[in-house]
């Protein structure tokens, strides 16, 4: 007979992250100025929820793409409801599990900082920009040290970045990584069953984007799950806490229902994420990057108008082109009218308050470079 969840409650709370290990990059109360709160709390709840959960780059996701591009439908997920329910995921892993439910809140909260405009069609356009691969994981943790509050970052624990940087892995595997905590592969994890699950349920159900009878493997694979995207998501996340009970370490790959999951993905991947990917998305980056490539504010910067690309927002860039291309329609577009609402537009913008600044443009910021060796 199959085990209960309370059954195997705790069972990997050996293994939990203590709150005594966390560690910040800067001990200076100024960098804190609740340092009251942060004594008395768990060090990870006040990354999560007076850190992260108050940042602009959280703020900047509801504007975001999760899967769907420019919908009006205010019921299709955006990055930041995307990271909202990674975040309830994670918890219940970590509470059924016994792992840090702290750490584990604040690696959801924050590991989708870094997603571009235009979701991974972004990441893949900006890449081309900077002659290698962007990663959106890499860039979380840049926001995190380098970008928020004027340039002095959040100063989130080292154990909450390490999570944010861990939960994504390129071969999109759902293989357990080494030497990282426990709290990082729940992450990972529970970030690839909330899209998953999340993604279908926008595609198939919420906006018949596509239909399901053109996939019937992937029907066939779905209807063992449940009927409905909550009880895909216990299905799965039930499957992970037995496997990883089983196993003594945060997994999920060998069992029935972790192939069930690897076969939807694969299909997910290779027929339908390309079908529905915003068709205008690489034309519509290349010129918002031209145009930034020849803003005077960035001229004299030593931030790249690649990295300013990766801080828009969906909105910012169709604004911006849109304000662009009805000029040009009217026959109002020149020169000198064109750096005028450019100007204006950037002025209104998401990423108004990080162009203005000096302490940010001043930056040398590597890409590749997750700054983490302290």
Known sequence: MKKSLKDIQNCLVSKKTPD?????????????????????????????????????????????????????????RTRATHTFEVTATNSLIARTLGLNEGLCIAMAMGHDLGHTPFGHQGEKIIGKFIGREFKHQVMSVIICQHIERSGRGLNLTWQTLEGILNHSRSNKTLEPGKNVSQESNAVMCADKISYICSDFNDIFVRTNLLYLDDFPELKRLINQCGANQRARMLFFVRALCYESAEKGSVEFKDSSEAKIFEEIKKIM?????????????EQTLIRVYEILNEYESLK??????????????????????????????????????????????????????????????????????????W
């Open 20 to 76: 005594e290990a966390a560690r910040r990059r800067c001990n200076d109360p100024a960098m804190d100025q609740d340092l009251e709160i942060i004594e008395l709390g768990s060090p990870y709840g006040v990354d999560a929820y007076t850190k992260i959960l108050n940042s602009k780059a959280i703020r900047r996701l509801y504007s975001k793409t999760q899967v769907i591009s420019t919908s009006a439908n205010a019921h299709i």
């Open 269 to 281: 991947y290779a027929s339908v994420y390309p079908v529905v990917n915003y068709v205008e998305a």
């Open 300 to 373: 004299s910067s030593t931030i790249s108008p690649a990295m300013i690309l990766a801080l828009m927002t969906d909105a910012d860039i169709v604004n911006l082109i849109n304000r662009l291309d009805a000029e040009l329609t009217c026959g109002f577009l020149n020169a000198r009218r064109k750096t005028a609402i450019v100007k204006e537009i950037l002025n209104r913008s998401s990423v108004s308050d990080i162009l203005k600044n000096a302490r940010i443009m001043g930056k040398q910021i590597d890409f590749a470079n997750p700054d983490m060796d």
